[in-house]
C-alpha cells in the first residue's frame, strides 16, 4: 500500500473510534453518572440564570443490596397524599406560644377538620363562633377568619369568597391575603393570586411570610407558561432575604419550579440548600434522596435516605 492510503485508514480508524466512544456514552450514560457518584468528593454544580446551586457531598461506598428506587418510590407516594390540612403552614393561621391556649388551638384545629374532612359548614361555624367568641386579640381574629373562609369556600359555602374579599378592604393582616390567593388559585384565578400574594408579601410581616407568600406567586407565575419570571421572581429575593427560614422558603420555592420542570438534579441541589437550613427536618431530607433516586445518583439517594432511618 502506498503511504497516502496507510494514512488515509488511519484517520478512518481514528474517527471510528471516536464515534464509538460517543455512542457508548450515549449509550451508557445514566451508568457512568452512577460510577461518577462512587468517587469521594463527588461534586456537583447546578447553574439556572444568576442562580448557582451548588453541593459538595463527601461519602463512602454503601451497600446497595436493597431496591432502592423501590423503597423510596413507594414512601414518597405515600408522603404526597397530604392534603392542604396536612400542609398548613402554622404562620399563616394563628401563631401563639402562650401555653394558657393550646384549648383554643385545638378547637380551632376541629374547626379544620371539620370542614376539610366532613364538609359541615354548619358544624364549623358553630366551632368558629366559639373561638372568635373566645379571642380578645383584634389580630388573631382576622387571622381566624380568614383561615374558616378558606376552609369553608372549600366545604361548598358559596359566600366565602366574597366575605373574605371584603375582610381583605378593611385590614393590613398579611395572613388574610394569603388565604384570599389561595382561593383565587384553588378556582385557576392565577393572575388574581399573583396580584394578591404579591400584595401580602409587603405586608408586614416576617421575611418568612414574605418568602412564602412569593414562593407561591412564583408557583402561579409558573403555572401560566411565565418560567423566567417565575424563576427570576425567587432568584432577587435571595439578595433580600437574610432569615435563615426566609432563605428557605426561597429554596423550597426553586426546588417546586424545578420539580415542575421535572429536573431532579437541581431540585435535589435546591432541597440540600434548605437542608443547611433545616438540618433536622427529615421530610426535606427524604424528598431529597427521593429527588436524587430519579436522578439515578442512587449513592447520593441512599446517603440522604439513611439521614431519615
Not at 443547611?276 to 441512599?302: G, M, P, Q, V
Amino acid at each position: 500500500m502506498s503511504p497516502e492510503i496507510i494514512e488515509a485508514i488511519s484517520k478512518l480508524w481514528l474517527l471510528a473510534l471516536i464515534l464509538l466512544i460517543i455512542i457508548f456514552i450515549i449509550l451508557f450514560q445514566n451508568q457512568i453518572r452512577k460510577l461518577l457518584a462512587s468517587f469521594t468528593n463527588f461534586r456537583i454544580k447546578g447553574k439556572h440564570k444568576d442562580t448557582e446551586l451548588e453541593l459538595e457531598s463527601s461519602f463512602k461506598e454503601k451497600d446497595n443490596s436493597l431496591d432502592l428506587s423501590e423503597q423510596i418510590s413507594s414512601q414518597e407516594s405515600s408522603k404526597s397524599q397530604k392534603d392542604d390540612l396536612n400542609n398548613l403552614d402554622a404562620k399563616h393561621i394563628v401563631e401563639d406560644d402562650n401555653d394558657n391556649i393550646k384549648k383554643d388551638i385545638s378547637l380551632f384545629n376541629e374547626m379544620i377538620l371539620v370542614l376539610e374532612d366532613e364538609k359541615d359548614l354548619s358544624k364549623g361555624q358553630d366551632i368558629y363562633d366559639r373561638i372568635q367568641e373566645s379571642e380578645s386579640d383584634s389580630s388573631k381574629k382576622v387571622s381566624t377568619e380568614a383561615v374558616y373562609r378558606y376552609f369553608s369556600y372549600k366545604a361548598g359555602d358559596v359566600f366565602a369568597l366574597e366575605k373574605l374579599e371584603k375582610l381583605c378592604d378593611k385590614t393590613e393582616n398579611q395572613n388574610a391575603y394569603y388565604w384570599l390567593a389561595k382561593i383565587y388559585e384553588l378556582t385557576n384565578n392565577l393572575i388574581k393570586a399573583i396580584e394578591v400574594y404579591e400584595i401580602a408579601a409587603e405586608k408586614n410581616g416576617s421575611e418568612s411570610d414574605r418568602a412564602s407568600n412569593l414562593r407561591n406567586a412564583s408557583k402561579c407565575y409558573f403555572k401560566l407558561g411565565n418560567e423566567e419570571i417565575a424563576f427570576n421572581r425567587l432568584q432577587m429575593e435571595l439578595s433580600i432575604i437574610k432569615s435563615t427560614d426566609g432563605l428557605s422558603e426561597i429554596y423550597q420555592g426553586l426546588a417546586d419550579l424545578y420539580d415542575f420542570k421535572n429536573d431532579w438534579d437541581l431540585k435535589a441541589i435546591a432541597l440540600d440548600k434548605v437542608s443547611e437550613y433545616k438540618a433536622n427536618d427529615t421530610n426535606i431530607i427524604f424528598k431529597t434522596a427521593y429527588s436524587y433516586n430519579k436522578s439515578n445518583l442512587n449513592h447520593l439517594a441512599l446517603t440522604h435516605y439513611n439521614l431519615t432511618a
